[in-house]
């Protein structure tokens, strides 16, 4: 189950929980103008029962809209445990729904769910599309490319692998086929470092690495950080127009490259 459909499941429980709650207890709406919000609440026969299944239904809506989106950022964990201690004081108070039941381990399971990758993102632009869904990416198209690259020359298949796979990757398709690759290392809040970037010699030209770039550069996990960082021979044109400048004090940059590393590592290899 995507993380978009379990929230179109919740938008459904909630709306049926709301609707159930607006049933059982529309005696005692009716009288809310008559005997005052309080008293209204005993009125009906199932006395708060009508109430809780109306209350229920408001924050089961809000993170279901969340997950709905594919959002589920920090910002959802309150939800969730929201969603706990109200299903664990529905439970404690009016025993009645079994619902209740399954929205206290829910709640958790969707707190804890602001630890998770976000869920992955789709831009398309006439015939191309951009997406930052790992099962799409093709690695080897990737690998293909990065092996002959001035940078990283020589790059064993395993490590464009994993670097995918700790990174946010952007792979550039046309019909199916991917034709341009970017990757960002990143903690999503402080810091963020462009790299592994290219297009196909074949489609250059067409304005798709700077498309590339404004759509990395607006992602929602990659906002509001401090620092961006990147390395490049010959394409400072292309990165100034997403913003990047030279460093302002370069003396404060240090590093440890090993430049040899894979040459390295074939000639060690057996055969």
């Known amino acids: 189950m995507t ?3 379990a929230g179109r499941l919740l938008l459904a429980i909630a709306a049926l929980h709301a609707a159930l709650g ?10 809310i103008g008559r005997a005052g919000f309080f008293d209204a609440l005993s009125l009906h026969s199932g006395r ?4 809780w299944f109306v209350a229920f239904a408001a924050p089961l809506a809000m993170l279901g809209a969340a997950l709905a989106r594919g959002d589920v950022r920090p910002r959802t964990g309150w939800l969730g445990w929201s969603l706990a201690a109200l299903a664990a004081a529905g439970v404690a108070l009016l025993p009645v729904s079994l619902l209740w039941l399954l929205f206290l381990p829910a709640g958790l399971l969707i707190a804890g769910a602001r630890t998770l990758p976000p ?15 790992p099962a799409r990416v093709d690695a080897a198209a990737a690998h293909e490319f990065l092996s002959r690259s001035y940078w990283a020359g020589g790059i064993p298949r395993e490590f464009v692998d994993r670097a995918i ?5 952007f792979a550039m398709f046309h019909e199916g086929r991917q034709i341009g690759f970017a990757r960002v290392i990143t903690d ?10 290219y297009v196909l010699e074949a489609w250059r030209g067409r304005g798709l690495a700077l498309w590339l770039m404004e759509t990395i550069r607006a992602h929602p996990d990659l906002q509001n950080l ?5 390395s490049t021979r010959d394409a400072h044109p292309l990165y100034a127009r997403a913003g990047f400048q030279p460093l302002a004090h370069p003396d404060r940059f240090m590093e440890i490259s090993d430049p040899g590393l894979y040459a390295r590592m074939s000639s060690d290899r057996p055969g």
């Open 3 to 5: 993380t978009r459909l």
């Open 22 to 31: 607006v049933w059982l207890g529309r005696g005692a709406l009716l009288s």
């Open 48 to 51: 708060q029962l009508w109430f």
């Open 119 to 133: 869920a992955p993102m789709e831009w398309t632009r006439g015939e191309f599309s951009i997406s930052t869904d």
């Open 165 to 169: 796979d700790g990174s946010i990757a």
């Open 188 to 197: 999503r809040s402080t810091y963020a470092y462009l790299s592994d970037v």
């Open 226 to 230: 401090r620092r961006w960082m990147l």
